[in-house]
């Protein structure tokens, strides 16, 4: 996909993410900076200020979307989606462009605003990419911890809501949360990008456990870390909502469908059942964007038309607590 080296766009494969073995590994986001309610740090908590960069097909982006939705920060934080496209630049925003925010730059690329606020920076340009349209710099690329900016930073200025990281959960949430990152994010990654048999049989077998784990936990409870939903559970849905149209097939997970387990499938009925977060699940588009021919994996641009999945069917999670 390229990235940027000291300021200028490359193809050059620098910053890969495959081992020696063949086997994908997640490089670390490079931009950590935190948004704060008192602004220590140097990034308050100010509506209107910061804009959110995602792509439909991203299952990492999607967690950020999810959070601006059930937080209520749609009218604090700006959203703008990105596409990937045939001999592009990695992210871009179509022919027409985006004026950045606070700029009057009309970037092309997402990797523009990278090099506006750090000019000779070296990073993978990834989706979600959090901007600060006040310092034109970018805040946080890394989603696990944007969603912990959303989730609390902004409760001064947002509705009422609840909070998906409560303090007597944490360490259960954690534990949970390193568990899915393992055993299905980065699994499912490694089943689609990994460059050997070997890899590719390892992550297959570390995902179909995972799952197996997590039906066995939802047949004795709501929610990951109980009877009301958490953080642990939006981490994990963006993953289950396209396992089935694109994961099964596209990414090799083929030994069963998220459909197949009794638990999971209720479970995920439950969550995209959640008011709004329909809304913020374009399946069609994420197929577009993952089997397009720019897309993450090899495909000749043809978009598989099924399956048919109904996830407004009824689910039966209510015969455990109700969520708070």
């Given at each position: 996909?390229?990235?940027?080296?000291?300021?200028?766009?490359?193809?050059?494969?620098?910053?890969?993410?495959?081992n020696a073995d063949?086997?994908?590994i997640?490089?670390a986001?490079?931009?950590?900076?935190r948004?704060?309610?008192?602004?220590?740090?140097?990034?308050?908590?100010?509506p209107?200020?910061y804009?959110l960069?995602?792509?439909t097909?991203?299952?990492?982006a999607?967690?950020?979307?999810?959070?601006r939705?059930l937080?209520k920060?749609?009218?604090?934080?700006?959203?703008t989606d990105t596409a990937?496209?045939?001999?592009?630049?990695?992210?871009?925003?179509?022919?027409?462009g985006?004026?950045?925010?606070?700029?009057?730059?009309?970037?092309?690329?997402?990797?523009?605003?990278?090099?506006l606020?750090?000019?000779g920076?070296?990073?993978?340009?990834?989706?979600p990419?959090?901007?600060?349209?006040?310092?034109?710099?970018?805040?946080?690329?890394?989603?696990s911890?944007?969603?912990?900016?959303?989730?609390?930073?902004f409760?001064?200025?947002?509705?009422p809501?609840?909070?998906?990281?409560p303090?007597?959960?944490r360490?259960?949430?954690?534990?949970?949360?390193?568990?899915?990152?393992?055993?299905?994010?980065?699994a499912i990654?490694?089943c689609?990008y990994?460059?050997?048999?070997?890899?590719?049989?390892m992550?297959?077998?570390?995902?179909f456990?995972?799952l197996?784990a997590?039906?066995?936990?939802?047949?004795?409870?709501?929610y990951?870390?109980?009877d009301?939903?958490?953080?642990?559970?939006?981490r994990l849905?963006?993953?289950?909502?396209?396992f089935?149209?694109?994961?099964?097939?596209g990414?090799?997970?083929n030994?069963?469908?998220?459909?197949d387990?009794?638990?999971?499938?209720?479970?995920?009925?439950?969550?995209?059942q959640?008011?709004?977060?329909a809304a913020?699940c374009?399946?069609e588009g994420?197929?577009?964007?993952?089997?397009g021919?720019?897309?993450?994996?090899?495909?000749?641009?043809?978009?598989?038309?099924?399956p048919?999945i109904?996830?407004?069917r009824?689910?039966d999670r209510?015969?455990?607590?109700?969520?708070?």
């Open positions: 996909m390229g990235h940027l080296l000291d300021g200028a766009w490359t193809h050059e494969n620098v910053l890969g993410e495959r063949g086997l994908y997640k490089r986001a490079q931009y950590r900076h948004i704060t309610a008192d602004g220590e740090g140097g990034f308050e908590a100010e209107g200020r804009h960069y995602h792509a097909a991203c299952p990492w999607h967690r950020t979307v999810l959070f939705v937080k920060l749609e009218p604090l934080v700006s959203l990937q496209e045939e001999g592009g630049r990695g992210w871009g925003f179509g022919p027409e985006h004026l950045v925010p606070g700029t009057d730059h009309r970037a092309r690329w997402l990797h523009e605003l990278y090099t606020g750090d000019p920076c070296t990073t993978r340009v990834s989706v990419t959090l901007w600060d349209a006040k310092t034109c710099k970018v805040v946080n690329n890394e989603s911890e944007i969603i912990r900016m959303f989730n609390a930073a409760a001064d200025h947002a509705p809501t609840p909070d998906y990281y303090a007597p959960l360490n259960e949430i954690d534990a949970v949360n390193a568990f899915v990152l393992d055993g299905v994010n980065n990654n490694g689609g990994s460059s050997s048999q070997a890899a590719y049989d992550s297959f077998d570390k995902l456990e995972t197996d997590l039906e066995d936990r939802l047949s004795r409870q709501r990951l870390c109980g009301a939903q958490t953080e642990a559970d939006w849905f963006p993953n289950l909502v396209r089935d149209p694109i994961s099964y097939v990414y090799k997970c030994k069963r469908r998220v459909e387990y009794p638990n999971l499938s209720n479970y995920l009925r439950d969550l995209y959640t008011p709004g977060i913020s374009d399946i994420m197929k577009r964007g993952v089997f021919k720019a897309g993450p994996i090899g495909s000749n641009g043809i978009v598989p038309r099924g048919e109904d996830h407004w009824p689910h209510g015969r455990f607590a109700k969520a708070a």
